[in-house]
């Protein structure tokens, strides 16, 4: 299977989901207004940025059967099979530099102006300025060697200059030990991949886990990877650009503010900085920027997440049925989880599970298996029917939560787990959804005059 964005972008048109816009858009909030509108509804290529002569593309997939699709499986299958491939990754394939159209176009030196280069968005109104959102950052362990991949906003700021936000994550543990022997960490940035590749990248794993190896298994067969001109990595062979430099020691610069995933924005603030000696990239290269706070943007965290809170929860309560981190909390925020409850107790095992899964998760709601989970307005009137406070509330203070969430103490944060269902002491009809009997089969053209 080629993971390459182009035939992904074949595939698209193919299924008529793929929209394309002729007419000439400004980078600068158009392009993202435009995407946008589209959220949900389908990928948009942009023939004609403002400025620049290559294509943007965004929205390369915004629902979960789209996800699906890109592993190869259905909506049903996709978290056991993100699991199985944490389990047992395949080690990547080192190919030859030669002959690959990811090589066929290389800037060094004074060739390298950002800006003008690549077509970056300004996507939201007080964004400091143009962010490549798109670009899986590559980098290898100093000290043991592993690699890394990670996906952050990098804010350009200078011909060859970008602000990297590194959260308290994998990059930053490699840098800071490059960094605290005054050594600067090698990178690469890919841009213009297959959303299985960036799903793969999502993937929250322990340290020393090469997200390609995770990708590999998704695939079901070894990434093909190539090595980089000027530094020590490696690679996925199909992307349409390849950015190469370093993380600098000691350095530090303004960037942000920047329009987040919760939908707020990050605050400008000193961040670390990247240095680009080397692009390589395909002849007519296609350009991906993510919208943030998108769809796109949202489930690409979302999925990863759930598959591993999905295997934790299962291991605190194995009847657990399935878990949902819902759009409006950021697809970070806010869990659901739906369980058969067996034994009394079993709903806060499930939250203390979730919360395990990953830093972010701050609001849990345990529901019985009769809640659709992923309609809010069912899982609503579970609180309001099933839930005492007093009871069925509890709060931890003070755990680590996510920077980017305003609410948080830098990101030091309160949990809330709420345990929406019913008592199994409690007769159960008390707690029933009422029904009309034949609803579903009524059709109203039948009746109605
Ligand atoms: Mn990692």
């Not at 987040?260 to 692009?279: A, F, M, S, T, W």
């Not at 796109?296 to 759930?306: K, S, Y």
């Not at 103490?409 to 309160?414: A, H």
Request: hydrophobic residues 40%; charged residues 25%.
């Amino acid at each position: 299977m080629s993971l390459a964005l182009r035939n992904w972008l074949d595939l698209l048109q193919r299924d008529g989901i793929l929209r394309t816009v002729s007419r000439e858009v400004d980078p600068v909030y158009e392009l993202s207004a435009v995407g946008k509108k589209l959220d949900g509804k389908a990928a948009v290529l942009f023939k004609q940025v403002k400025g620049y002569t290559m294509p943007v593309v965004t929205g390369l997939a915004w629902s979960r059967e789209l996800f699906a699709k890109a592993l190869g499986t259905d909506v049903a299958g996709m978290l056991q099979r993100f699991n199985r491939a944490l389990d047992q990754p395949i080690s990547c394939e080192s190919v030859g530099r030669s002959g690959l159209a990811l090589k066929e176009n290389t800037l060094k030196g004074d060739g390298i102006d950002l800006a003008r280069l690549l077509p970056a968005a300004t996507h939201h109104e007080k964004d400091a300025g143009a962010f490549l959102t798109a670009a899986m950052l590559i980098a290898k362990d100093p000290e043991t060697g592993e690699k890394n991949v990670a996906i952050h906003r990098h804010q350009i700021l200078g011909a060859n200059r970008l602000g990297a936000l590194l959260l308290p994550r994998h990059t930053l543990h490699m840098f800071n030990k490059a960094e605290a022997k005054g050594q600067p960490l090698e990178v690469a940035l890919v841009i213009g991949v297959h959303p299985l590749l960036l799903l793969a990248s999502q993937a929250t794993t322990r340290l020393g886990v090469n997200e390609l190896e995770i990708a590999g298994a998704l695939l079901g067969e070894p990434l093909r990877v190539t090595r980089c001109e000027t530094v020590d990595l490696e690679v996925p062979v199909e992307a349409e650009f390849v950015l190469e430099g370093k993380l600098l020691p000691g350095a530090r610069e303004a960037e942000g503010p920047f329009g987040e995933y919760p939908r707020c924005y990050g605050p400008e603030c000193p961040k670390h900085v990247i240095e680009i000696q080397c692009i390589t990239h395909r002849n007519n290269p296609i350009y991906h920027t993510i919208i943030p706070a998108s769809l796109e943007h949202l489930l690409l965290g979302a999925i990863p997440r759930e598959a591993v809170m999905m295997q934790l929860v299962r291991q605190a309560v194995p009847s657990a049925r399935a878990v949902h981190l819902t759009p409006a909390g950021g697809c970070r925020y806010h869990a659901v989880i739906s369980i058969d409850k067996k034994h009394e107790g079993q709903g806060r095992n499930a939250i203390f599970a979730a919360f395990t899964s990953s830093t972010e998760v701050k609001h849990v709601v345990v529901v019985d298996s009769d809640i659709d989970i992923f309609d809010s307005e069912d899982v609503e009137w579970a609180i309001a029917t099933r839930c005492q406070a007093a009871e069925d509330v509890f709060i931890i203070k003070n755990a680590m939560g996510n920077k980017l969430d305003p609410s948080s103490r830098d990101g030091v944060s309160d949990k809330m787990g709420i345990d929406a269902t019913v008592p199994l002491s409690e007769p159960r009809e008390r707690f029933e959804k009422i029904a009309i009997p034949r609803f579903d089969a009524i059709d109203l053209k039948e009746y109605l005059d």
